[in-house]
Structures are given as structure tokens and as C-alpha cells.
């Protein structure tokens, strides 16, 4: 059995300070509540957290390269638009999500984090496309909120929601950002290190996808969908709770993160491939640490 990759060592904050070189900044601040914003030229604007004391640090050691216009107190900003805008969180050989979507597609983001992702997407799938934003934290859907708002992405809809396999409550344990799970426990299989202990949480609502469609309106069986679903360890009840969708899609691509468990178990990759199998004309390919499946228009059986 081949050993899990090991990326904890490597430095992603370089990577992403290149990335911010280039970065072609019209303004930036903090708004009256306290928001900090970076807008660029081509009028993007892009809401986060305030920056840290982490942050602050790498903000002093990198000045002399950073864009003239960047702040200090929006440095944060920057590295998420780096890290979730740019690169998407993707990381060697995983391209970003996006990547896979076509104008006139549908993008259906489950654990959508602030909607930078879903910003790309909405440009790039047109206004016959269309986009639906989930987020389960409320810190981060009220980003969410507030990005899809000021960059006026009329196809795209927000949700506040756990994806899950029943539609009512549930815990949401949190650290911060974007570092949230429905397991108490959560561990990484593919960065090895990785046990985190929640202390807090969140009783947020919980939706099938069938639901979220439904309620949304989304065209399932007229639109090309891509489902990505990055939700810390609850991916396989998402799958649970999309029966509908994967039995009435005729064409989707499926980008799903096989990555975490929970109390010590194992990563679900196996339960996810395991569901997959089950569902008529999906093709499935495991590429750690991503399942993908996928079906194609009039290749039905």
C-alpha cells in the first residue's frame, strides 16, 4: 500500500506571495465594520477575514514585493485570493476546480468557503449558466453573502447549509476560517499530520442536495452540472443526500474530496467509490486526493 503523500512541508506561502506580485490592485481598506476589501482593476472586489497576526509577519518580511497598493491590514485578503482564487486550493498535480467548467454549465460549490471559486465560475459559465454557492460556517457565508453581492453575480445562489443525508439541524465543530467539521474529531489521511479536536460549535441547518436543487431551482436535467464538494469529512452523506440528482443528470462531473475521517477511522474514499459503483453510466477514477466520477450525454446504457 503506497504511503500517504506528505505536503505539510512544503511552501505554500511562497507560492502564493508570487502570486500576489501580480496582482493588479486598484484599492484596498477596511470597510465602517470592519471588513478589510482588496478591488482590482477589472472591478472584482473581494471581501475576508481581518488580517492576523501570521499574516502581519509575512506582510513585513515580503513589502519590498508586494503590489505598492496592498495594505497591511488586507494582507490576509490576498493570500485567499491567492490560495482560493487563484489556485483554488489545488495543489501539484490537481488542477482547480473550475477547470472543468464550460460556458452554459451548471456549478453546484458544497463547502463553497467565501465564493472566491464561485466569482470565477460565474464569469466564466455566462448568464446561461449557473451557480450554486453552500457554505455551512456563518462567518463565511456571511462573506459569501457579501461577495456574491458586490460583484453582482446575478447566477449565482446562495445557500446556508450542512450538506448532508436528512434535511433539518446538526453540530458544525469549529477552529476558524474555513477549518469546520461535522465529525468532533477530524484527521487527514493525505497530510498525515492532522488530528484536529473542535472545542466549539455551531447548530447550523443541514439539506440533501436534492433539496438545495429543488429549493433553488436549479435545472438538473437541462444543465451540464460539476458537483465539487470539499466539506471536511461529510462528503459521503452529501452523496447520500443527492439520490435524485444522480439518478436525473444526464451529465455531470464530480470533483470529491476522499481525503479525511473522523474518530480515527479511515479516509471515506472507499464508502465514496463504494456508492459511486452503484449508480448507472458513472465512470470513476481515484485520483488521491480527489474521487472523480463522471457521466457523459448519450452514453446511457
Known amino acids: 500500500m503506497k504511503k500517504p503523500l506528505d505536503h505539510t512541508s512544503f511552501d505554500w506561502r511562497s507560492v502564493d506571495i508570487k502570486v500576489i506580485r501580480m496582482f493588479d490592485i486598484d484599492s484596498c481598506g477596511i470597510e465602517s465594520d470592519g471588513t478589510p476589501f482588496i478591488r482590482l482593476m477589472n472591478g472584482l472586489i473581494f471581501y475576508s477575514y481581518p488580517c492576523g497576526p501570521g499574516e502581519s509577519a509575512l506582510f513585513r518580511e515580503n513589502r519590498d514585493v508586494l503590489p505598492p497598493k496592498l495594505t497591511e491590514e488586507c494582507m490576509k485578503v490576498a493570500l485567499d485570493m491567492a490560495q482560493y482564487y487563484h489556485r483554488e486550493n489545488s495543489m501539484f498535480h490537481q488542477p482547480p476546480k473550475t477547470s472543468h467548467l464550460y460556458p452554459g454549465w451548471g456549478f453546484v460549490d458544497l463547502g463553497t468557503h467565501l465564493g472566491y471559486a464561485s466569482i470565477k465560475a460565474s464569469r466564466k459559465l455566462g448568464e446561461n449558466g449557473m451557480v450554486v454557492a453552500v457554505e455551512a460556517s456563518p462567518g463565511c457565508f456571511e462573506l459569501l453573502k457579501r461577495n456574491v453581492e458586490a460583484n453582482e453575480l446575478k447566477n449565482v445562489r446562495v445557500v446556508h447549509a450542512a450538506v448532508s443525508d436528512h434535511d433539518g439541524e446538526l453540530k458544525l465543530f469549529k477552529k476558524q476560517f474555513q477549518h469546520n467539521s461535522i465529525h468532533e474529531t477530524l484527521h487527514d489521511q493525505f497530510i498525515q499530520s492532522s488530528e484536529s479536536k473542535y472545542q466549539n460549535f455551531d447548530v447550523v441547518p443541514s439539506k440533501k442536495l436534492d433539496t438545495i436543487l429543488r429549493e433553488t431551482g436549479y435545472p438538473v436535467k437541462d444543465l451540464a452540472t460539476l458537483v465539487s464538494a470539499e466539506i471536511n469529512g461529510a462528503e459521503i452523506l452529501a452523496l447520500q443526500g443527492a439520490r435524485d440528482f444522480l439518478r436525473d443528470s444526464p451529465e455531470f462531473y464530480m470533483r470529491i474530496a476522499a481525503r479525511y475521517g473522523g474518530d480515527h477511522e479511515s479516509s471515506i ?30 452514453l446511457e446504457s
Open 269 to 298: 474514499r472507499d464508502d465514496i467509490l463504494g456508492l459511486l459503483s452503484t449508480i448507472d453510466n458513472v465512470e470513476i477514477r481515484d485520483v488521491p486526493p480527489y474521487v472523480y466520477g463522471a457521466r457523459y450525454r448519450g
